[in-house]
């Protein structure tokens, strides 16, 4: 399945059109997080890199 954000290798999440949606890492446990731009908390996580980004491509749908 593809995914219209990328998570890059440099901590990046863009959207297909390039915006930069925010960061993402990891936590001590190895869940992948991500950090809306211009914010400080942690807005989703999840257990795998797929169900995040899932996460994420839904937030970013809604706000358009």
Do not use: N
Request: charged share 35%; proline share 5%.
């Amino acid at each position: 399945m593809g995914w219209a954000i990328r998570l890059l290798d440099d901590g990046d999440v863009i959207s297909e059109d390039g915006e930069v949606l925010g960061t993402w890492d990891r936590d001590d446990e190895d869940h992948p997080f991500f950090i809306p731009a211009g914010e400080t908390e942690v807005l989703f996580w999840d257990t795998y890199i797929p169900g995040l980004c899932d996460k994420i491509e839904r937030w970013w749908r809604e706000r358009a």
